[in-house]
């Protein structure tokens, strides 16, 4: 079973650079899209932005100034830096698979568990 | 860019059929996947390609595309069935998620 896990900080200070990883277990990295998708407390989901295994991106053009997203396949880890973070950056963020080399981008089929990420100084 | 409605809350009766739509322009000629989510925990898949669901998810749930228009149909709808329910599409290599619905069983 495929598992997925966020880890980072919980609180950034303004201006800062947000930085989480998400390590995936139970799978291969290799093959597939993985994206990140973050929630604002009480509020929908918003995608970030997503990563091949093989170092291609595409972001969310809201976001694309300020995302960056790699992959480092042999710890089997993606990561999301975001920079000069706001309070409206807080959020609950999601690492999530979502296509793979068969099918392309398609439906996200696992989720992390997701970790808050509040904002503030 | 391109945009999905959904309604913001849809209620239904114990054991009825509950419907939550989701619009965009020419939204049938795209791939439309629909997920839940309950309070405090993540998003999970509940149909996928429009119509078909993961192992795992009842077959009370079942999805339909058309126009301009996607529906979620939640069939005998349970107590369980409360959450927060998300369509979501590509587009132009980006992903596209509805505003979400919030499904009351009465």
Redesign the interface.
């Known amino acids: 079973q495929v598992q997925l896990r966020e880890s980072g900080p919980g609180l950034v200070k303004p201006s800062e650079t947000l930085s989480l990883s998400c390590t995936v277990s139970g799978g291969s990295i290799s093959t597939y899209y993985w ?1 990140w ?1 973050r929630q604002p407390p009480g509020k ?4 970030i932005g ?1 990563i091949y295994y093989s170092g291609s991106t ?1 972001y ?2 809201s976001l694309r100034s300020r995302v960056t997203i790699s992959v480092d396949t042999s710890k089997k880890q993606f990561s999301l830096k975001l920079s000069s973070v706001t309070a409206a950056d807080t959020a609950l963020y ?1 690492c999530a698979r ?1 296509g793979d080399l068969w099918s392309g ?5 696992y ?4 970790t808050l990420v509040t904002v503030s100084s | ?1 391109y945009e999905l409605t959904q309604p913001l809350s849809v209620s239904v009766a114990l054991g009825q059929t509950a419907r939550i739509t989701c619009g965009g322009n020419n939204i049938g000629s795209k ?1 439309v ?1 629909w ?1 839940q989510q309950k309070p405090g925990q ?4 509940v149909i ?2 429009d119509s078909t669901r ?1 192992s795992g998810i009842p077959e009370r749930f079942s999805g339909s595309s058309s126009g301009n228009t996607a529906t979620l149909t939640i069939s005998r709808a349970q107590a369980g069935d409360e959450a ?1 329910y ?1 369509c ?1 599409v ?1 587009d132009s ?8 619905t919030n499904l009351t069983v009465l």
């Open positions: 994206s998708i929908g989901l918003e995608w997503y595409n969310n053009p999601y979502g981008l398609t439906q996200f089929d989720w992390g568990q997701g | 860019s791939n996947h997920y993540a998003p999970v898949l996928y390609r993961p927060d998300y979501q590509w290599s980006t992903v596209v998620f509805g505003g979400g």
